[in-house]
């Protein structure tokens, strides 16, 4: 089927997740499951943008000297009114005097004896209002909102400590394979060093989850059995990593077909055509690919929006893994029949346009692939790109 009706299913067959209060020092990647209202004006009270005097415009022609009546700080008790004929000494974020409508910086200026001489003309905008920024009672941030630096630094800002955020959904994985070995241990005839639950445990934290990594299990239905029953009582989410495709021994697929619910399996995608989606023991499931570049394609284009579905937030609001960018290549790529092509390219910034270079090969067993790239391709089904041509392509974050 097509990416986007794997999408619909998967989105059909969702979860709730719960909520928790977290304080803002702890809530980076976290989202929220509340909308969050300011509880002061931003700012909080008129205030200088800048060193320099604070007085009536109307005073101010170059030459002029007025007399200086005091100092606002920050933080310190509002100064006395500023009349005619008078400046007030005022520190950046300072309380506007009374009286006084613009800022003269402080390089514009000159003081002697009681007095600042007036060099330029003073500015009205270096004045920040009240409330200028945001207003009390004001939703500043909304659910599904993932906090990010400037999220939490505007929450504290609006006086906000605590904040609810969705729960992180736990997120058990599962990789098979006989011929796999963790890669602490000494290579056997026949074998390679699993790597794929590595990568997609890093994936889920990325993404805001909490991967519980199994480590690979052997081609056998009785432990898959086991492991499954296991990851089923502690999970929100099973991914599995191999045995989906058509072989003997792939026995993801055999045992979901004789003891789970397959709700699709196989998707129109190059790399990573042969996923599947499920339940087991009414826990969702994603098989993926057991190619190390298809597991982490199908991850980027299928898992990652169900998990920002069930977190409650979606591509514009949650966690991104890529942004959708055009692009001109400098190479020409080959599409796939009847399916979406995600071809490993490199992106940068060429005579103020963003291009797009391949640089080895691309095979879906090659992860290096995916580290001297940047970027994935998408090509529509039946599509070659050409050098100098203009594609849609996902930029790697």
């Given at each position: 089927?097509t990416?986007?009706?794997?999408?619909?299913?998967?989105?059909s067959?969702?979860?709730?997740l719960?909520?928790?209060k977290t304080t803002?020092d702890?809530a980076?990647g976290?989202?929220?499951?509340e909308?969050?209202?300011?509880?002061?004006?931003?700012?909080?009270?008129?205030?200088?943008?800048?060193?320099?005097?604070?007085?009536?415009?109307?005073?101010?022609?170059?030459g002029?000297?007025?007399k200086i009546?005091g100092?606002?700080?920050?933080?310190?008790n509002?100064?006395q009114t500023?009349?005619?004929g008078?400046a007030c000494?005022?520190?950046?974020?300072?309380?506007?005097?009374k009286?006084?409508?613009?800022i003269?910086?402080i390089?514009?200026?000159?003081?002697?004896?009681?007095?600042?001489?007036?060099?330029?003309?003073?500015?009205?905008?270096?004045?920040r209002?009240?409330?200028?920024?945001i207003?009390i009672?004001?939703?500043?941030l909304?659910?599904?909102?993932?906090?990010?630096?400037?999220e939490?630094?505007?929450?504290?800002?609006?006086?906000?400590?605590?904040?609810?955020v969705?729960?992180?959904p736990?997120?058990s994985?599962?990789?098979?394979?006989?011929?796999?070995?963790?890669?602490s241990?000494?290579?056997n005839e026949?074998?390679?060093?699993?790597s794929?639950?590595f990568g997609?445990?890093?994936?889920i934290?990325k993404?805001?989850?909490?991967?519980?990594?199994?480590?690979h299990?052997?081609?056998?239905l009785?432990?898959?059995?086991?492991t499954?029953?296991?990851?089923?009582?502690?999970s929100?989410?099973?991914?599995?990593?191999g045995?989906?495709?058509?072989?003997?021994?792939d026995?993801?697929?055999?045992?979901?077909e004789?003891e789970?619910?397959?709700?699709?399996?196989?998707?129109k995608?190059?790399p990573g055509?042969p996923?599947?989606?499920?339940?087991?023991?009414?826990?969702?499931?994603?098989?993926?690919?057991?190619?190390?570049?298809s597991?982490?394609v199908?991850?980027?284009t299928?898992v990652?929006?169900?998990?920002?579905?069930?977190?409650?937030?979606d591509e514009?609001?949650?966690?991104?893994?890529?942004?959708k960018?055009?692009i001109r290549?400098?190479n020409?790529?080959?599409?796939?029949?009847g399916?979406?092509c995600?071809r490993?390219?490199?992106?940068q910034?060429e005579?103020?346009?963003?291009?797009?270079?391949?640089?080895?090969?691309?095979?879906?067993?090659n992860?290096?692939?995916?580290?001297?790239?940047?970027a994935?391709t998408?090509l529509p089904?039946?599509?070659?790109?050409s050098?100098?041509?203009?594609?849609?392509?996902i930029?790697?974050?």
């Amino acid at each position: 089927m097509t990416l986007d009706r794997a999408l619909e299913i998967s989105y059909s067959n969702s979860i709730e997740l719960k909520t928790e209060k977290t304080t803002i020092d702890k809530a980076l990647g976290r989202i929220l499951s509340e909308d969050i209202i300011s509880h002061v004006n931003d700012p909080i009270f008129d205030n200088s943008a800048m060193d320099g005097w604070a007085v009536r415009i109307e005073d101010c022609k170059i030459g002029s000297r007025l007399k200086i009546i005091g100092t606002s700080q920050a933080g310190k008790n509002s100064p006395q009114t500023v009349s005619k004929g008078e400046a007030c000494r005022i520190m950046t974020g300072a309380p506007i005097p009374k009286g006084a409508n613009s800022i003269l910086i402080i390089e514009k200026s000159e003081e002697d004896n009681g007095f600042v001489t007036i060099l330029d003309n003073p500015k009205p905008n270096y004045i920040r209002k009240k409330g200028e920024n945001i207003t009390i009672g004001q939703t500043i941030l909304q659910s599904g909102t993932v906090l990010n630096p400037p999220e939490i630094s505007l929450a504290a800002t609006s006086g906000n400590w605590e904040v609810n955020v969705v729960k992180k959904p736990i997120v058990s994985i599962i990789s098979t394979g006989d011929e796999l070995t963790h890669p602490s241990s000494e290579l056997n005839e026949g074998e390679i060093f699993e790597s794929n639950s590595f990568g997609l445990t890093a994936l889920i934290d990325k993404i805001g989850g909490k991967a519980e990594n199994f480590g690979h299990i052997s081609d056998s239905l009785e432990d898959l059995r086991n492991t499954l029953n296991l990851a089923s009582e502690k999970s929100d989410l099973i991914i599995t990593s191999g045995g989906v495709s058509m072989g003997e021994w792939d026995l993801v697929r055999k045992i979901m077909e004789e003891e789970g619910e397959i709700k699709f399996w196989k998707i129109k995608l190059r790399p990573g055509g042969p996923p599947l989606f499920g339940t087991w023991n009414n826990t969702p499931i994603f098989g993926l690919p057991g190619n190390p570049v298809s597991s982490h394609v199908v991850f980027i284009t299928l898992v990652a929006p169900w998990i920002n579905r069930i977190m409650g937030t979606d591509e514009h609001k949650g966690a991104r893994l890529g942004n959708k960018v055009k692009i001109r290549l400098k190479n020409p790529v080959k599409g796939a029949p009847g399916k979406i092509c995600m071809r490993r390219i490199f992106i940068q910034l060429e005579d103020d346009e963003l291009v797009g270079y391949v640089k080895t090969h691309q095979g879906s067993g090659n992860i290096n692939s995916l580290v001297t790239h940047n970027a994935l391709t998408l090509l529509p089904p039946n599509t070659d790109g050409s050098i100098g041509q203009v594609i849609d392509a996902i930029w790697l974050n």
